[in-house]
């Protein structure tokens, strides 16, 4: 299907509902613009699905200056280590009027009952459907939502300052380039420092 402007997550999610069967209670979305590392973050939100129910979705802790540029969770505590659950979302919030500082990432496990929440929001930010406001839906139905707190490391590709990063992160832990990847940022940060006088 073409369509004049890029879908939105909202509607790509939606997407979806076709290609589900009615034997198929929840499934995955994983953004290509966020790595996480270790990869077994799925493993662990199927995991907490299958015992808590509801939709699951992947949390990491950013500085609260930053969480003007996410989708931030509201949570309780849960007797479950390292599950919070979700008691709001606010999209972009101001650093002092965020909820909390642990924020969403590109992974999701989402239960069928979000296709029927998506139907009933109105476009939001740039006239797209907002996932955050369908999961928000959820939520104020009493529609079981936690979030899973990643322990592990979160590229952003999103923009260069998370993509150069994750480069250099991937290229280091090559069998291939490391070694000499490892060599060559010495050198680089050992003349960065004497150029600034660290």
Do not use: C, W
């Not at 953004?31 to 939709?55: F, T, Y």
């Not at 950013?62 to 390292?82: H, K, L, M, S």
């Not at 592990?152 to 590709?157: A, E, I, S």
């Amino acid at each position: 299907v073409e369509q004049e402007k890029p879908l939105g997550l909202g509607h790509a999610v939606g997407l979806a509902e076709s290609v589900l069967t009615d034997e198929e209670e929840f499934f995955g979305v994983m953004l290509p613009d966020d790595i996480v590392l270790p990869n077994n973050a799925m493993e662990q939100m199927v995991a907490v699905r299958n015992k808590l129910g509801g939709s699951v979705l992947l949390a990491v802790e950013v500085p609260r200056e930053q969480t003007f540029n996410y989708g931030v969770f509201d949570i309780e505590a849960t007797e479950e280590d390292g599950v919070k659950k979700v008691v709001g979302m606010v999209e972009k919030p101001d650093p002092a009027d965020a909820p909390s500082n642990l924020v969403a990432t590109g992974r999701y496990v989402l239960d069928k009952k979000i296709f029927d929440a998506l139907r009933r929001i109105t476009p939001g930010k740039g006239g797209e459907l907002q996932l955050t406001d369908a999961i928000e839906l959820l939520i104020q139905e009493g529609e079981p939502v936690h979030v899973v707190v990643h322990e592990g490391t979160r590229h952003d590709l999103g923009n260069p300052g998370g993509y150069i990063p994750a480069n250099v992160d991937f290229g280091l832990r090559s069998e291939v380039y490391g070694p000499a990847l490892y060599t060559q940022l010495k050198k680089i940060i050992a003349n960065y420092e004497a150029e600034k006088g660290l």
